[in-house]
């Protein structure tokens, strides 16, 4: 899933950035409120972490304009700011944020409600089963006949991105645009590396990661699970 951080505040955009980077997530930063809103009109991003005092545009601006765009006003904005007073919580709220963390903040805690906005989203139930591969989408943690399958941060990306549309092709130009960042040195052929890598080790899972020509990658049961 790829995200969008928008963090004036160079030390917590990275720590932020980095933590979820190792979770799996892609993640861009912009430090900018006009950066961010030009990102949004470019970039598909499945969430946006917004704080609200920024150069350039104020957070709440770059909400009132993911809103009035029908490309950008589904997805789901979790504010994280300092500003803790109540007429700000309702103000971004009527805008339509999704929901408000205000800092300081825990790291787990916000983890935890982008996976609870992402899963309302992508309307998935708490756990996703395919043959015996179990996806738990509130803790993210995957697992074969009840034992944990080892996945990398991209593996994880990947798998989770085509679980989300289960059953469905997903074009690799999609799939790499929701598992690198815009900033990373990677190419588009680089998602048939992870494929294979994911494909290995769902062997004998029961789920299948199937190539369709000119259309993407779709998992689902293996025709004999």
Same mark, same amino acid.
């Given at each position: ?8 505040h160079a ?27 030009h ?5 598909? &991003?499945?969430?946006?972490v ?29 504010v994280l700011t ?5 007429e ?11 929901? &408000? ?45 009840? !034992?944990p ?28 645009? !929701? ?14 590396? &992870? ?21 993407? &990658? ?8």
């Amino acid at each position: 899933m790829r995200l969008l951080l928008v963090e004036d505040h160079a030390e917590l955009a990275e720590w932020v950035s980095k933590a979820l980077s190792q979770g799996g997530y892609a993640v861009d930063v912009m430090t900018r409120g006009d950066h961010a809103a030009h990102a949004l009109l470019t970039q598909p &991003y499945d969430l946006v972490v917004l704080d609200l005092s920024l150069p350039g545009m104020d957070g709440l601006e770059v909400l009132r304009g993911m809103r009035a765009r029908e490309a950008t006003a589904h997805i789901p904005v979790l504010v994280l700011t300092a500003r803790d007073r109540t007429e700000d919580k309702v103000a971004g709220l009527n805008l339509g944020a999704d929901d &408000y963390l205000t800092k300081p903040f825990e790291l787990t805690e916000l983890e935890a409600r982008i996976k609870a906005l992402l899963r309302r989203a992508g309307n998935l139930l708490p756990t996703v089963r395919i043959g015996a591969l179990a996806f738990d989408t509130n803790s993210r943690l995957v697992s074969v006949a009840d !034992k944990p399958l080892s996945l990398t941060p991209r593996e994880l990306a990947v798998l989770e991105v085509l679980i989300s549309r289960q059953g469905r092709p997903v074009a690799r130009e999609t799939l790499f645009e !929701k598992v690198f960042s815009f900033d990373e040195e990677a190419r588009p052929e680089a998602i048939e590396i &992870y494929v294979h890598r994911l494909r290995k080790k769902l062997e004998g899972t029961g789920a299948v990661v199937t190539t369709l020509r000119g259309l993407g &990658y779709l998992i689902d049961e293996a025709p004999d699970a």
